[in-house]
């Protein structure tokens, strides 16, 4: 009886630790951090003419790991093309950085990045040609032909105020015969993506003096040709 009564209290005393042992509450994990991140707030994406300035200010906010916007930190900007208003800047009370750019001379794709905190941001600009501002023949401007010579369309190519060939704009041509002070036939033909343009037909039907007259914006460029009758 002695004998049971021992093994009983012993079996007791087992459940009763084995339940102190799963009633103790776990340890709380310790919640992890995020990671410092930033939010474009404008001029993600734009387009700018070349040598000019990007419409829309450069703004992003910076955010550290807790989450909170990263206020009073530095930032660095830099640009594969263009010039930054600045390279450096510090971000305000919310975490905001700005700055603008202006566009580079040459036609393409600007990218823009800042970064602070360890997080990064980026932009991209798109530069295109401006406004037309020379007119460069691509052949003897002045020739001598015969009725049945060769014609190469007068070909002229169209740029800028920075050389970019501006592509998509249209130019008007103007074909004056003999001494005529009003062309005898005029069209307008578009430049192609190297900024070219020639004339799809021939305008020599007669002999005597031919001017083909370009004029694309404020710019111009003439052709002068002398057409000869093949002798008999």
């Known amino acids: 009886m002695r004998q049971s009564l021992r093994f009983l209290s012993f079996a007791v005393l087992v459940a009763t630790t084995a339940c102190g042992e799963s009633s103790s509450p776990a340890a709380p994990e310790t919640p992890a951090l995020g990671s410092p991140r930033s939010q474009v707030l404008s001029g993600e994406t734009q387009q700018a003419i070349a040598g000019g300035d990007a419409k829309d200010t450069l703004a992003v906010q910076f955010f550290g790991a807790s989450g909170a916007p990263l206020a009073g930190a530095a930032v660095t900007w830099s640009t594969t093309g263009g010039k930054l208003a600045l390279q450096t800047s510090t971000t305000d009370a919310n975490g905001i950085a700005r700055t603008t750019i202006k566009a580079d001379t040459k036609i393409g794709t600007s990218y823009v990045k800042a970064t602070a905190g360890g997080a990064e941001a980026s932009f991209v600009l798109f530069v295109n040609a401006g406004d037309p501002a020379a007119l460069e023949a691509m052949g ?12 190469h ?3 002229a190519r169209v740029f800028d105020a920075f050389r970019n060939p501006v592509a998509g704009t249209n ?16 069209l ?9 343009v020639r004339l ?6 007669a002999p005597g003096r031919v001017r083909v007259v370009y004029t694309a914006g404020e710019t111009s460029l003439a052709y002068s040709f002398v057409v000869l009758e093949i002798a008999p």
């Open 153 to 155: 369309g007068a070909p």
């Open 188 to 196: 307008t033909l578009q430049a192609d993506e190297t900024g070219a």
């Open 200 to 205: 799809p037909f021939s305008p020599i039907s």
């Open 171 to 186: 130019v008007t041509v103007a074909i004056y015969e003999g001494d005529a002070e009003e062309p005898s036939s005029t």
């Open 140 to 151: 003897m401007r002045t020739d001598t032909l015969t009725l049945d010579g060769a014609f």
